[in-house]
């Protein structure tokens, strides 16, 4: 049996990646420099795939992102020169952004105007030198035409014809090409597939052999897919449980290699090696020839455990991307009949269970999902008691996290800096942020986030159940990076989690103060989540200690609080039909977190721009306030809130807050303008679209400055309209 894996993670040991570009942004290496870093960490993985893998790709490796590559390739962007490209990636022409698949890694968003592509290879390494070594990666046709942005609304029986002409000029001179078509696990139209079976067979007479890989879900279409031209077919068995019914309904083709996913590239959970085994003799029944890989790319984990500073039985459990390629190594062993090395993998370990949060939840009731005080007469009693002007200006909650900040948090961790010095210094920065609102005149206040490395990662230090990582860093989106919480046990609140900081801030002013949290779903998303219980229960335990939480907060007097959920619309399934089991639990954890008393105003925070095919589930969350992302969309998204008919109050994102740039009064009014045609003014709040955090402060400052302009001038118009009316 071969093995066969892909997707290493492209960050390096110590975050190279990330240094390397951040470095030639800022001016501090060459181009050349930049190139051979790059170059390094490519040779890099290739050795450790050499080292566990029969066979792996190359050209995996990017300089910010794939899917952008990609466009270049087939000539929609001309990234000629780096300046341009990076252009494309964070500058005055960058691309949108959104999550790749449901998954945390975003993508920059290639728009495509026509249905002309042509071949230009843009790969870091030259096309000869680099392919001796592996097998070529491209992302394939299908999945690249459906994440791009189609504006034209281009047929798309023709782009993807002309794609497949494009990719064929691509790929006609090597022998092997691995193609990565993950879309192919959505729910496609029966047009669709025709479409697709048309595209592919531009390959057929190719002498190149394509490998294939589906990933993330199961595909509904085998016997379809068995019809392309391709030599292996990569299939994930670990969150695509129906490959393995599938396969045994429709069989496999015997002249095809099937390339099993068994271990996991998505959570972090030991592969049971025993268990594995049998799953691919029952496999080798329906297919005569057979490779394992992992089940989806592995740059969803970190590097590797070694060196990692984890409760040793929590170790014992987990697997990140080195152990993954181990792991296929292992499997291999043991279906050769060695097993020695395969027992020692899966011991037997429980910890992190508490009865009392077990039992809690187990107790939960259907009234404890629903508030029993309506929308209407909670507005009602926090009108009076918030006292808020029309158009309210306020933010999502982080502000810029700057070097100094970075530093002392290291220092702390080190020990350098005592818990009181660090605390004194948390203080001065939000003593400062109050004293910057005030001067700016926004309405509802925050108190920052310095505290918190990351939304996730501050909540699951402070909570039990939750291990966070020293090096566990992955890729979010560029060369942004982050590090997943390990959710390995029963989740409960210890002490409280997030009040010393907003009392302290609500102390120094007399405007409100926003209680930040982060919600169950998005808590979840961004970790990596224990499999030995429902999804749901972890969220519910999460849930009852969020509620704690802002029962803390009323008895300070806090008045509003914010609960983000950035991660709700990405945890869907790929697959609608798997939505509504899915959406029922996350919206009940969100009402189950937010029970408050009807005097508090609960907001919630969302950054993603498509709201049309969530917001059913969207208007069940019970909450009073919903902030959101719009500035990319230029504010096209409230159609989808008219369309249901949205009573509650909307901070539409007027700020492209993932752009350096100090947005301009101009463009911030005309959002607001095409918001209002639709949404009543009462309910319109005023903010950036997201967190300020990876801003610079003086950008902050004077968007900030630009934006509460505007909003005094929507007041103006609206009192002289008003006296114009009487
Ligand atoms: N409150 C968070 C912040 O401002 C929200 C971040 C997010 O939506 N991703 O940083
Ligand atoms: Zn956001």
Redesign the pocket.
Known sequence: MQTYAYGFPRLGENREFKRAIESFWSKQISEQELKDRIKKLEEDILITYEQYVDKFPVGEMTLYDNMLDTAAMLGVYDCGGLDKYYDLCRGKNALEMTKWFNTNYHYLVPVLNSANFRAAWNKPAEKKDLFKKGIPYFIGPWTFLKLCKNTKKENTRNLLLSLADAYFQLIKDFEEVHFDEPAFVMELSQEEISFIKEAYKKFENLNTKIYLFTYYDSVDFLKDLYELPLKGIGLDFVNGKENLENIKKCGFPEDKLLIAGVVNGRNIWRTNIQNTVALTKQLSLYAKNIAISNAGPLYHLPLSTEGENLNEKLLKKVSFAKERLQELKLIDEACKGDLTAAENWNENIDFGVNETIKKKVADLKDEDFVKLIPYEQRLEKQKEILGLPLFPTT????FPQDKEIRKKRADFRKGRLSQEEYGKFVEFKIDNLIKLQEDLGLDVFVHG?FERTD?VEFFAQKLDGIASTENGWIISYGTRVYRPPIIYGDVSRPQPITLAEINFAQSLTKKPLKG?LTGPVTIIAWSFVRDNIPLSDVAYQISLCLRSEIEDYEKSSIKIV?I?E?AFRERAPLKKRDWDKYFNWAVKSFNLASQSKPETQIHT???YSEFGEIIEHIIKMDFDVITIEAARSKGGIVEDFQRVDFKKQIGLGVWDIHSPLVPECGDMKKIIQRALEILPKENFWINPD????TRQMEEVAKGLKNMIEVAKKFRETDAVFSGQKN
């Open positions: 933010t999502i909650g982080s986030e939304m930040m914010q983000d950035p925070h969302m950054c997201c967190g300020l955090k």
